[in-house]
């Protein structure tokens, strides 16, 4: 496989906040990757470093093989969507979609024309009088039909109701099947993406936690539900990530088990339950939980 984006020790300082600290990854030809974390994590100054709407401090990115900073040809060939993209006063719906097929040499206007339909988008309204949802769904519209070589989705379509942000999974993953590219998604509805990803990336106070395919790290960890002694027992000296108890009845999630841990997990009497995608991003970026901390 060939990397898209090849990024060493990318490092953004704020003055003294550090944004991005030392951040090293790969994204592969042709994967949608998840860009994961809490609000302010670093994954948007991770998104403005790898279009060139920043300046590293330290670090280095390539994109197609090369730098993207004032890169017209990378550029060119990536399409940057952010949920609080910011248009003209007088841009109404229609000058955005005119305007991303003069900037996207592989617009689709067709596709654009269905989206607009099926997103119920009134593309005669300014922009800055529609609401959050409409914004959003004019956005994913741009993000879907450019079909740039390089898509990166920072959040635009967490404005859109359930029922919208469906539309655009459905979307995304049918135009994908039929027109691969490289996907970058950021997003913090992690259970609703998850099925979307096939590589995760998660940042956490700037720094980069976790670097996996989708499918690997979904079996990294496991919830043990039983009674508070017996869960203790078990948990003694392995990697704890999250730990709960009620009354005499306790749950602790686990990673690094083995086949045979498990076993020995049943034998002791515990209910072995999975863990979802959201819920092991939640527990390793919130830390480790002492038994003492969940009973205090």
């Not at 994109?63 to 990536?78: I, M």
């Not at 900037?103 to 596709?111: E, Q």
């Not at 339909?117 to 914004?135: A, I």
């Not at 740039?148 to 359930?162: F, I, R, S, W």
């Amino acid at each position: 496989m060939t990397a898209v984006i090849e990024v060493s020790g990318l490092t953004r300082h704020y003055g003294k906040v550090k944004a991005v600290q030392d951040v090293s990854f790969q994204v592969e030809e042709g994967s949608i990757c998840g860009l994961l974390g809490r609000n302010g994590a670093g994954k948007t100054t991770v998104m403005r470093l790898i279009t060139g709407q920043a300046f590293a401090s330290a670090g280095n990115i390539r994109v197609f093989g090369e730098n993207p900073v004032e890169n017209a040809e990378v550029l060119a060939r990536t399409c940057f969507v952010r949920e609080s993209q910011i248009y003209p006063d007088s841009f109404r719906g229609k000058h955005v979609l005119r305007a991303a097929a003069h900037l996207f040499p592989n617009w689709d206007a067709d596709y654009a024309a269905r989206l607009v339909d099926e997103f119920r988008v009134p593309l005669d309204r300014r922009m800055k009088k529609m609401s959050r949802g409409q914004r959003s769904a004019v956005g994913v519209i741009v993000g879907l039909a450019s079909r740039a070589e390089l898509t990166l989705l920072d959040e635009p379509y967490a404005g859109l109701d359930a029922v919208a942000r469906q539309l655009f999974y459905d979307h995304l993953l049918a135009d994908y099947s039929e027109n691969p590219r490289t996907i970058i998604l950021s997003t913090h509805l992690i259970d609703e993406a998850s099925k979307l990803l096939n590589h995760v990336l998660v940042v956490d106070g700037g720094e980069l936690l976790i670097d996996a395919e989708a499918e690997d790290l979904r079996g990294t960890a496991v919830t043990l539900v039983g009674g508070h002694s017996a869960v203790e027992q078990f948990a003694a000296g392995r990697e704890t990530l999250g730990w709960d108890s009620v009354g005499g009845i306790s749950s602790v999630t686990l990673t690094g088990l083995s086949d045979a841990d498990k076993a020995a997990a049943l034998a002791a009497g515990l209910e072995l339950a999975p863990v979802s995608l959201q819920q092991l991003i939640v527990s390793r970026t919130r830390g480790t939980i002492q038994p003492e901390e969940a009973t205090s």
